[in-house]
């Protein structure tokens, strides 16, 4: 007769329940506080004979409360009576782990863990992992040396585990020097999770040839998730030759055949590359080969096709999708949107839009930018701000991008005052500008007479909220001031550049030099010359220079010609 410890039956979920409610009425507080260890836990001895490993495990996860999962896990680890010698399984302590990370108890759990004398590789790889998530690197690194030191190096469960927290945080030199510590160590032999581990990180930072490196000098056999892993690298990268490789050699090694996710990513690589033929090829040999495409895979096929103008055969792809059971989603009808928009039927688009709200669907923030983005080429901004305002009504936040759309063409058709509005009303429209919203506007407003004081007051605004002014600006600056006539304004700005080391452009200085000159300030013309050369970057200095001197000898051109007729013969008189 089996032990109740080696029973696979499911426990009955009244009894999980009934449980789960007794400890609710004890209600076990935190395990440092007193009453914790004083809560007399004889009532739960009603439930001894019922005790199994998927009884306890089904309880713990069932908890809410992790005081409450230890509470009863403690109890369980010695209960009286104990008529069916039950005791705490490999899993069991897996359960109680897990629900204390998650709730961040991580000495709760290391406590129990070193006290039962069960704190292995495997527990500590859970530790950091749990620290991972938190982006806690440091204490992840830590409890990493913790392992080495409680298996002696040995510790396959933990090096895996730190490698794909410092993956996931992009620490890429962290994961070499720890993947480098492990082949020089020896201690430990790398398995197939090692490696994937690695080449995801390297695919991720698009370190495609190290990946490949890795790939190639694996000493166990890939697995599915490693060949996926290195053909999306090289579908990201666009190398869908190499893709190719990777992917005859898995079809060669017969243990691991490709899936839906291969296929997908290979679609989606061709696709992206606008090569929807070759994507289409591929599509009907998974196809022929027994493999369902899913709705990624869908998606991915109507995309390639609207990128190439094909919508009309996106649309019968789409119809064939709803025909293998599969709904289409808003990345669909967002594909559809930009192939629409791709071969100018921007009317169509719009109408498309309206059908997706008609049919129930929710477009999302991508789809509506597509439209936005086609109505500022259409030169309709009225359209496109009322378009924001209805994104804003259904709780979305538009994209930075969809502002900058619609700034660039208010500023064209001089609706100066527009822009400036709107850029003011961002932020309670669910969105921050950025450098190009501020650039755009501060630009053009420069171009503008009389416009310097409105321009003063938006460089502060940008300022305030983080956003430096770079060479481009300064330079719209200067010609700015120059513009308005505020010549001590644009000196001022101009010695603010070439102090912060960025670039005056060759038009710049050009307006710098006219309009001193112009004035008779010839020696301050020289001196800016000067003083750009030996305080920033210029590149073209015999650019520079052939200007200064053509406003110079135009100077001494005008100079010449306004003297009065005679001067030099009434000097000569008088000098004899």
């Not at 909220?465 to 700005?493: R, W």
């Not at 020696?523 to 073209?540: G, N, P, S, W, Y």
Request: proline share 4%.
């Amino acid at each position: 007769m089996l032990s109740s410890n080696s029973s696979q039956t499911n426990p009955n979920p009244s009894l999980v329940s009934s449980i789960t409610l007794l400890l609710q009425t004890l209600c076990p507080q935190s395990s440092s506080s007193p009453s914790f260890s004083n809560l007399s836990s004889a009532p739960l001895n009603q439930f001894s004979s019922q005790l199994n490993p998927n009884l306890v495990i089904q309880v713990i996860k069932n908890q809410t409360n992790p005081y409450h999962a230890l509470f009863f896990f403690n109890w369980a680890s010695n209960p009286y009576p104990n008529p069916n010698n039950y005791f705490h399984t490999h899993f069991c302590y897996l359960a109680i782990t897990d629900l204390l990370l998650s709730h961040s108890l991580f000495s709760t759990a290391s406590s129990l863990l070193q006290k039962s004398h069960k704190l292995s590789d495997f527990m500590v790889g859970k530790f950091i992992k749990a620290y991972g998530d938190r982006g806690d690197i440091r204490s992840a690194i830590s409890w990493f040396h913790k392992a080495k030191l409680i298996e002696n190096g040995n510790c396959l469960f933990s090096y895996n585990a730190i490698l794909g927290v410092l993956v996931r945080a992009n620490r890429i030199n962290l994961v070499k020097a720890f993947y480098d510590q492990i082949v020089k160590e020896g201690m430990v032999k790398p398995d197939v999770s090692t490696y994937t581990t690695m080449i995801r990180g390297l695919c991720k930072m698009g370190m495609i040839e190290d990946a490949k490196k890795v790939f190639d000098e694996m000493s166990c056999e890939p697995n599915s998730l490693t060949y996926n892993t290195m053909i999306n690298g090289f579908c990201k990268k666009g190398d869908m030759e190499s893709a190719r490789r990777v992917f005859k050699r898995m079809m060669d090694c017969k243990d691991f055949l490709p899936d839906t996710v291969t296929y997908t990513t290979l679609i989606d690589g061709y696709c992206k590359k606008g090569e929807s033929g070759e994507a289409m090829k591929c599509f009907s040999d998974m196809v022929n080969r027994g493999c369902d495409p899913n709705v990624v895979t869908y998606n991915a096929l109507i995309y390639g096709l609207c990128l190439k103008g094909n919508v009309d055969e996106a649309k019968r792809m789409m119809t064939k999708m709803r025909l293998n059971g599969l709904k289409d989603n808003v990345a669909t009808h967002t594909s559809i949107l930009k192939g629409l928009c791709i071969v100018g039927k921007s009317d169509e688009a719009v109408k498309h839009l309206k059908e997706m709200v008609s049919l129930g669907m929710k477009p999302d923030v991508q789809a509506y930018g597509v439209v936005v983005t086609e109505y500022c080429k259409m030169r309709k901004p009225n359209v496109a701000i009322s378009l924001l305002k209805e994104m804003r009504a259904r709780c979305l936040n538009p994209s930075v991008s969809s502002f900058n759309a619609v700034f660039s063409v208010l500023v064209e058709n001089g609706e100066f005052e527009r822009a400036v509005l709107l850029l003011k009303q961002m932020p309670q429209m669910g969105c921050s500008p950025n450098f190009l919203s501020y650039s755009t506007i501060i630009c053009s407003l420069c171009r503008m007479r009389g416009k310097m004081q409105e321009v003063e007051d938006l460089v502060s605004d940008m300022l305030q909220n983080g956003h430096g002014v770079d060479s481009t600006i300064y330079n719209c600056l200067i010609k700015g001031y120059f513009g308005d006539g505020n010549e001590p304004m644009a000196m001022q700005v101009f010695y603010e550049t070439i102090e912060k080391n960025h670039v005056i452009s060759v038009e710049s200085f050009s307006i710098i030099v006219k309009e001193l000159c112009a004035k008779g300030k010839v020696i301050e013309a020289k001196m800016v010359f000067e003083e750009m050369c030996r305080r920033c970057v210029v590149l073209d200095v015999s650019s520079y220079r052939r200007l200064l001197d053509e406003q110079l000898s135009l100077y001494a051109e005008n100079q010449h010609s306004s003297r009065p007729l005679g001067h030099k013969e009434c000097s000569r008189e008088g000098n004899s």
